[in-house]
């Protein structure tokens, strides 16, 4: 049985001590090499881990993993894809509310091929497709061993890259138009981080129920571009952050209404911009800070104009009564994105080239889109 074997994939990125958790990896080796006459056990495994928080540049290390144990509840899951997401990062860097302790395997969504099944495990066969659901910690691995009730059996019509994503961004657009006031058709929402993942679910979401989307880009180079992606997508009107340097910004709304809603991920500037949008008794979700700068509410949009401010993470979300219902929402976006009603830019990167597709994720290529590792 093959015990656990550094594989060093990118060497100067500077020393991390694995000796604990090698130290366990051989324990569990010699543990489960008494019951092989008697057990089923996963293949081998290659995973993403870090034995310290820290820069996920520098912590991170793809290592070989001895076989699991698969019980008569467990299935044994082939990892097909999963992407590196901001919250992933966050994690490994030890800022995120909630993460596992390290060592740990990095990665918190993805998509995987059945490869084996307990005994007792029913509705599960070798081949079907699941994704782990609620989202759990440790996807950036080969071969997953889970208990069934945490995979759902998923449809294999769609590409892997939309099933290895669609819990973490593609939920939470939908969650956070559904859950705060209720939008009809012909209704707007305005955001900003428009070009994000989530951003484009929102707009296309917002489209398909025949809502329309003013939406905040930052100034760049090839803004026209991004524009016009947008647009293709089915945004109603795509503005960078410097048009708006003047007082009147409901000026550009023309024939669309004052939006009721309104989303934040970046902060700062962007946020404020937002605010300036909203209706009379608005609302305002914030879902992330990009900019890394706090929202600033002037004295008189809360007074004059009653807006109020909300937050939303998906992990506490899913962690509600409400969890039970994530699957079918899944289900439905997937739905969507069979029927070409859903996209999103994205590029598959292999396992072996892991560590060039989180330098993309980190920002030091530039802007990139998502990076979904395929294993």
């Not at 049985?1 to 366990?24: E, I, N, Q, W, Y």
């Not at 009147?248 to 709304?253: R, Y």
């Not at 008794?281 to 800070?289: A, E, I, K, L, P």
């Given at each position: 049985?093959?015990?656990?074997?550094?594989?060093?994939?990118?060497?100067?990125?500077?020393?991390?001590?694995?000796?604990?958790?090698?130290?366990?990896?051989?324990?569990?080796?010699?543990?489960?090499?008494?019951?092989?006459?008697?057990?089923?056990?996963?293949?081998?495994?290659?995973?993403?881990?870090?034995?310290?928080?820290?820069?996920?540049?520098?912590?991170?290390?793809?290592?070989?993993?001895?076989?699991?144990?698969?019980?008569?509840?467990?299935?044994?899951?082939?990892?097909?894809?999963?992407?590196?997401?901001?919250?992933?990062?966050?994690?490994?860097?030890?800022?995120?509310?909630?993460?596992?302790?390290?060592?740990?395997?990095?990665?918190?969504?993805?998509?995987?091929?059945?490869?084996?099944?307990?005994?007792?495990?029913?509705?599960?066969?070798?081949?079907?497709?699941?994704?782990?659901?609620?989202?759990?910690?440790?996807?950036?691995?080969?071969?997953?061993?889970?208990?069934?009730?945490?995979?759902?059996?998923?449809?294999?019509?769609?590409?892997?890259?939309?099933?290895?994503?669609?819990?973490?961004?593609?939920?939470?657009?939908?969650?956070?138009?559904?859950?705060?006031?209720?939008?009809?058709?012909?209704?707007?929402?305005?955001?900003?981080?428009?070009?994000?993942?989530?951003?484009?679910?929102?707009?296309?979401?917002?489209?398909?129920?025949?809502?329309?989307?003013?939406?905040?880009?930052?100034?760049?180079?090839?803004?026209?571009?991004?524009?016009?992606?947008?647009?293709?997508?089915?945004?109603?009107?795509?503005?960078?952050?410097?048009?708006?340097?003047?007082?009147?910004?409901?000026?550009?709304?023309?024939?669309?209404?004052?939006?009721?809603?309104?989303?934040?991920?970046?902060?700062?500037?962007?946020?404020?911009?937002?605010?300036?949008?909203?209706r009379q008794g608005g609302t305002m979700v914030t879902y992330g800070g990009m900019s890394k700068k706090p929202v600033t509410v002037s004295t008189s949009s809360f007074i004059?104009?009653?807006?109020?401010?909300?937050?939303?993470?998906?992990?506490?979300?899913?962690?509600?009564?409400?969890?039970?219902?994530?699957?079918?929402?899944?289900?439905?976006?997937?739905?969507?994105?069979?029927?070409?009603?859903?996209?999103?830019?994205?590029?598959?990167?292999?396992?072996?080239?892991?560590?060039?597709?989180?330098?993309?994720?980190?920002?030091?290529?530039?802007?990139?889109?998502?990076?979904?590792?395929?294993f």
């Amino acid at each position: 049985m093959a015990l656990l074997r550094f594989v060093d994939m990118k060497a100067h990125r500077g020393p991390c001590s694995l000796f604990s958790f090698t130290r366990r990896l051989v324990h569990r080796a010699q543990a489960l090499s008494t019951l092989v006459s008697s057990s089923a056990l996963s293949p081998p495994s290659k995973a993403v881990v870090y034995e310290l928080h820290g820069p996920p540049d520098t912590v991170t290390r793809v290592i070989d993993l001895p076989p699991a144990e698969v019980k008569e509840n467990d299935v044994c899951v082939k990892m097909l894809a999963a992407p590196i997401n901001p919250s992933d990062i966050n994690r490994i860097e030890g800022v995120y509310p909630v993460r596992p302790q390290p060592p740990a395997v990095g990665g918190y969504e993805g998509v995987g091929e059945v490869h084996s099944v307990g005994s007792a495990v029913r509705g599960l066969s070798p081949g079907d497709w699941v994704i782990p659901s609620p989202p759990s910690f440790g996807t950036w691995q080969t071969y997953i061993v889970k208990d069934q009730i945490a995979w759902h059996k998923i449809n294999k019509d769609v590409p892997m890259e939309y099933a290895a994503t669609v819990t973490v961004n593609p939920l939470t657009a939908l969650r956070m138009l559904e859950d705060y006031i209720t939008l009809n058709s012909g209704d707007s929402i305005v955001q900003n981080g428009a070009t994000s993942m989530v951003g484009q679910c929102i707009v296309q979401l917002a489209q398909y129920r025949g809502i329309h989307s003013i939406n905040i880009i930052r100034d760049r180079a090839g803004s026209d571009e991004v524009k016009e992606r947008l647009k293709n997508l089915g945004a109603d009107e795509v503005f960078t952050e410097s048009q708006f340097e003047v007082k009147n910004v409901k000026s550009f709304l023309g024939n669309i209404p004052e939006p009721a809603l309104g989303f934040n991920c970046v902060g700062g500037n962007a946020a404020s911009l937002v605010l300036k949008f909203l209706r009379q008794g608005g609302t305002m979700v914030t879902y992330g800070g990009m900019s890394k700068k706090p929202v600033t509410v002037s004295t008189s949009s809360f007074i004059f104009k009653e807006l109020s401010l909300r937050g939303f993470w998906l992990q506490r979300w899913l962690s509600t009564e409400k969890a039970g219902q994530s699957r079918e929402m899944i289900d439905r976006l997937l739905g969507l994105v069979r029927d070409g009603k859903l996209k999103y830019e994205m590029e598959l990167v292999p396992f072996n080239n892991f560590h060039t597709a989180l330098d993309k994720a980190l920002g030091k290529l530039g802007s990139q889109p998502k990076q979904v590792i395929k294993f």
